[in-house]
């Protein structure tokens, strides 16, 4: 536990200052029989989201009169971690799995869709930190991809407490040693958060801190959200009707 | 899945009670229901609790296994949570195995117990990398009348406070348990409190009318550092609503005055 | 009327929250509003026509609209209904009262004689509010089980393109092919030609419509295409 995670000229294992991400690119209509899909390199994080429906719900007895069921899978690949892993869910994807869903919701508007599903899997084929995150925002652009009617993309970004620093968009081995995990996602247009968890110790203005971080970091990711839209359907739009 | 539409007619009460600061049952925004612990009920665990939170209840029991560490931590004994929704607690439980409510539930409650360091886990190694004690905590939850998990976490925390870890004795590679019995090695204490979201109200401890009709629940927990300092250790949003900044940071604020008050109660001796 | 001026240029690719116009607008099709502020619901381009801001949606499935002439696919028969995938997040039903002359015996008769799961039909949609299936009838001219030809997709938001402006696109298909061609709304299309290779010309038109929408000068480069592909 004693290696270090900052060095001495105060970077970040990869190079990195305190409140920069990594690289992200997201590609988007990456799959043929999906309704909508996207795909991220996020540093070395890689995952990929497919969109189906709205769809008539199977089973029948799922459907909701008032409104659309959103399923959403989080899963890893076997390979996609230094050990393998079991292709069977764990506890740790059932839950991230609620808490995606539940960090997209927000921003779909499912009454437009009653008796109908919106299934969101997303594959991890490498994890290397803030897989939630990543997962959340790419899933974002594959909703958009579907045509889903959306109030606003979803972004989302972790802070850590490393060595006593608060740093942004957190790899592996800060996720592994550093003293705190915040994964934070949030409607950017909208300023309203639809993620929040926390793990580590905290003194409430370091919390406060954390949050300030995340949202910056969300609205980067927001603008790499955005260009990867803008490049992928900038030929589309420049059809006449 | 009838029980998932929204009541409209209760969310509409709940709201407009709260604009005058009350809510159904006579609490005001920020009370807690009457709490109430109970410790050692069940003999045969080495730690059980029962926590009620006005009718909530739920019991949790600790169990000491000798078995094999994580690969990664051989000097470190292991901590293991898990949460039964058993269907006598609920009409909208179902038997079967845990769904993604209790696997949450289990987690967070986890979360605040690991990250708050409440078990010193290096000191329930046996035979580095062969042998140590693995803690096995059962919560059951009995009767669902809202805020699940801060009655499991505390009913969780009570359990492993007052829990007693059998003596063993090693010699070579075998490990002889003693009819004997020493304290749990236990360090800080983790408080959890959930607030939920209605409206642009935040509810305290949760009924599960305000359950049914909140736009999503917060949940923080903390606990003291080696400092004896006060800090969050876990927090878990949950629920489909969005939460606002502000809010977010009102809820932090809320939950660490509850947290203080919740701390008071704990089993003599506890902070 | 004081007005916040409009925050898109014509025809501007927008995603879905972009703020789209604040002041006293109306919401017309994939925008929504809270309070003054029009926001795009969906990835497309922008446009302002008499005061009302509309989004039209690159993607997305068929959503189907009373009126609209659809191409089902029967995927299930019940008793006195069919039940037609029309490529829209709920599956279609086609009464028997909306398709037979006479009432269906179900004593001696079965629904499936007349239609059976995997036949398509051209149907009109009758009635639909997203809390019931949307309900078809082949009782008008031009309507009904499609007996021969060829039936392609493409994507329900590429229709207007195919029709072109004021049908253009579409009647120049049909003149330079001779086919019957039927766009169903829910980018389904039906071609009906002399023989296979016509139909096969006109879907391979219509692949190069789709993959070339965005360009400029498409209706003179298919009909070259059309004449120079024909035999």
């Known amino acids: 536990m004693d290696k270090k995670l900052i060095t001495e000229d105060g970077r970040r294992l990869d190079g990195r200052r305190f409140d920069e991400l990594r690289p992200i690119k997201f590609q988007i209509g990456v799959l043929k029989n999906a309704d909508g899909s996207a795909y991220v390199e996020w540093g070395r994080t890689k995952i990929l989201v497919g969109v189906f429906g709205p769809r008539e719900s199977h089973p029948k007895h799922l459907a909701m009169p008032d409104r659309c069921l959103i399923r959403a899978r989080y899963h890893m690949a076997p390979f996609s971690v230094e050990e393998r892993k079991s292709p069977a869910p764990s506890r740790r994807e059932i839950e991230l799995s609620k808490v995606i869903r539940e960090a997209l919701e927000p921003a779909i508007f499912v009454e437009l869709f009653p008796r109908t599903t919106i299934d969101i899997f997303a594959e991890v084929l490498q994890a290397d930190g803030s897989t939630r995150c990543a997962a959340i925002s790419t899933a974002a652009l594959a909703l958009a991809d579907a045509g889903i009617p959306m109030r606003d993309l979803v972004s989302s970004v972790a802070v850590a407490k490393v060595d006593g620093n608060l740093v942004l968009d957190v790899m592996d081995i800060e996720d592994k040693l550093g003293d705190s995990d915040m994964p934070l996602a949030m409607m950017p247009s909208k300023n309203l958060i639809t993620l929040i968890q926390m793990d580590g110790l905290l003194t409430n203005e370091e919390f406060a801190k954390s949050v300030e971080l995340a949202k910056k970091g969300c609205m980067e990711v927001y603008a790499k959200q955005k260009e990867a839209l803008d490049s992928h359907f900038r030929i589309a739009s420049k059809e006449e009707v | 899945m009838t029980n998932q539409i929204i009541p409209s007619v209760k969310r509409r009460q709940i709201i407009e009670l709260a604009e005058s600061g009350k809510r159904m049952d006579g609490r005001s925004l920020t009370d807690l229901r009457k709490v109430e612990i109970k410790t050692n009920v069940v003999e045969k665990a080495e730690g059980s609790a029962t926590v009620k939170f006005g009718d909530t209840y739920v019991i949790a029991g600790v169990k000491f296994e000798i078995g094999e560490p994580f690969p990664d931590t051989p000097n470190e004994g292991v901590m293991s949570v898990s949460a039964e929704f058993v269907p006598l607690a609920s009409p909208g439980f179902e038997t079967g195995p845990p769904d993604e409510n209790a696997i949450e539930l289990a987690r967070v409650v986890d979360r605040g117990l690991r990250e708050s360091k409440l078990l010193d886990t290096s000191k329930l190694c046996l035979i580095p990398g062969k042998k140590v004690w693995i803690a096995w905590v059962d919560i059951f939850i009995l009767d669902h009348c809202g805020n699940l998990i801060d009655a499991s976490s505390l009913a969780s925390l009570c359990a492993l406070l007052t829990s007693k870890l059998p003596k063993a004795e090693v010699v070579g590679d075998e490990v002889k348990i003693l009819d004997e019995y020493a304290p749990v090695p236990l360090r800080a204490v983790p408080i959890n409190i959930t607030l939920a979201k209605i409206g642009d109200k935040l509810f305290v401890d949760p009924s599960l009318d305000e359950e049914e009709v909140m736009d999503c629940r917060l949940s923080v927990a903390f606990a003291l550092d080696d400092q004896k300092q006060e800090k969050i250790c876990a927090m878990q949003k949950g629920g489909v609503g969005t939460l606002s900044f502000e809010e977010l940071l009102r809820a932090v604020e809320i939950a660490k005055v509850k947290s203080q008050e919740l701390r008071k109660l704990l089993p003599s001796g506890e902070k | ?231």
Not at chain 3, 127 to 149: V, Y
Request: charged share 25%; net charge positive.
């Open chain 3, 1 to 231: 009327m004081f007005k916040i001026p409009i925050n898109f240029g014509t025809r501007q690719l927008v995603v879905p929250g972009f703020l789209l116009a604040e002041g006293k607008y109306e919401a017309g099709p994939n925008v929504y509003n809270e309070g003054d502020k029009f926001y795009s619901t969906v990835i497309g381009l922008a446009e302002l026509r008499n005061n009302v801001v509309t989004v039209i949606p690159l993607r997305g499935c068929y959503i189907p609209s009373v009126g609209d002439v659809v191409i089902g696919k029967v995927v299930d028969v019940i008793t006195t209904a069919w039940m037609l995938d029309i490529r829209s997040p709920w599956l279609g039903v086609l009464f028997a009262k909306e398709h037979l002359s006479k009432p269906l015996n179900v004593m001696k008769e079965d629904a499936r004689d007349y239609l059976d799961v995997g036949e398509m039909i051209i149907a009109k949609i009758i009635s639909f509010d997203r809390t019931k299936n949307p309900a078809l009838t082949t009782k008008e001219q031009g309507l009904g089980k499609i007996q021969r030809g060829t039936v392609i997709e493409v994507d329900p938001t590429r229709v207007p393109r195919i029709i072109g402006k004021k049908g253009s696109m579409i009647s120049m298909l049909k003149k330079d092919s001779g086919c019957q061609i039927y766009v169903g709304q829910n980018g389904r299309i039906w071609i009906s030609g002399k023989n296979r290779e016509d139909e096969a010309l006109v879907a391979g038109a219509i692949k190069k419509i789709e993959a070339e929408a965005h360009t400029t000068g498409l209706t003179d480069r298919i009909h070259e295409y059309l004449i120079k592909n024909r035999m």
